[in-house]
């Protein structure tokens, strides 16, 4: 490839929702781009739960509904807090959510991202798999000018280099770009595909045509570590899994796999996959540091975007979303330069962090900045509060002939036991804190 | 329940015989100077084992996630990288 010396304007490392929304978003405006990504197809190291926001993609392929491979429309979404034999939950149904166009599908990664990829190809860039970027090329100032792949002779140019490499990043950090991730910035989500007929799905859930639900849970299922587990609808399948943080996963025994069989057996979860087939078990790191944890997001020729800059929203439980818009804005940003005249300096580039500033990917890592430190050392949102509701939820539902002010006394008496009053004024205090 | 092996027996792989992407640094770190070997616990694919004194390490059914690498900060003894290009893992549903 040195032979022939071909220059791309842009090489954008990985084709997941990052790389794909910055690869279609600069080819479409006629830059000369190169995608590289090392899965036998783009997908097929690809792995999420997984909801698709349609706003994000919307704002880069309009009419992404008439083609996409879409599972089902999100019209109903479950919170579960659970203990070991309950669940205390809400339901949020509505036909205002559920008129067209949909808000949020549910999808089959594999599938979504292959569809993605032939958009990219089609918006004119070229994208080669079973390629893998093992370093970056840097000029003698430092500026980063292409990539070397494991072929031979693997060097290509190009005068920006857009990482959406994914989590592990390797290679920004083994480039010196970004530190590699921590345990306690990380959650490792495992997941099983099970497949049902579509009669079933439609039937357990109350679904007709391509609605969907999802259920999100939390509470005892993490036995104590700080995660969640999520339960979606597909067209004739569920995934469901479970992640948490890491650096509670290395404090404990249970293996991931059994933490995931345990949640089948949930006696709220088993009934709802019951006669299942799993067909694939998937495993998946999340960046959740947040805020305070985000690396560099530039630099002389480079750009991170989706999960090599960490930017997850853990609340919301959204990522692809965040992934996209960061594609993209890094995608706007390097037509800006163009239009400009301007080169791909660090200062430049600067020009990439103002626009996330300005959209929701910063704005709500920040306003989020202080969960992920709340749940580290604030264990009773994981523990305790799920216990004490169900009990309370178990107390004020069972008519035994106990009288209700006699009840009411004794659920609060179980809070004040198990966080003391202070304490439950001081937990109202850090919630809020942590949310504002 | 379900075991993790007969998990990983429904996913696609395309093994890189005897070149394995992910390698102990140093089996004496594991052995003898790391007390939690969280790696055993942590990996979802269970590629990693300790028996009889010794750390295990067969990658075959890797799902590519990073966890033992992330897990071991405090030795930094594995050497992890992604399989050669178009070999490990191939998620038909992701």
Redesign the interface.
Known sequence: MTQNIEKFDVIVVGAGPAGNAAAYTLAKAGKKVLQLE???YP??????G?ILYADALEKIIPDFRDSAPLERTVIEQRMWVMEDESYVGTTFRSDRFNQMPGNRYTI????F?KWFSEQVQKAGALVI????VIALLRDAAGKVIGVEV?REDGKIYADTVILADG??S?VASRAGLRE????AA?A?A?K??IFLPKETVEARFNLKGSEGVVIEMLGSISQGMAGTAFLYTNKD?I?LGIGCM?SD??A???????LL?KL??HPSVAPLIAGGE????????IPEGGYHALPELYGEGWLLVGDSAGFVNAVHREGSNLAMTSGRLAAETLLELGEKGLPSTAANLARYKARLEDSIVLKDLKKYRNIPDTLHSQRQFLSDYPALLNGAAHEFFTVDGQDKATKEKAIFNAFRERRSLLGLLGDAYRLWRATR | MMKVEEKLFQNRYRVDADRPHIRIKNESVCNDGCVSRACVVCCPAGCWSFEEGKIGLITDGCLECGTCRVVCDTHGNVDWNYPRAGFGILFKFG
């Open positions: 090392r899965g036998e997908g097929s190291k690809n792995v999420q997984a089959i990664r594999a599938r991202d798999c079973e390629m893998t494991d989590v592990n390797l590699d991730i921590k345990p990380v490792l495992v099983e595909t399948s995934s890491l996963m290395k404990q025994n249970t293996t991931p796999a059994e069989e089948k057996q799993t067909r694939e078990y998937a495993a998946h790191l």
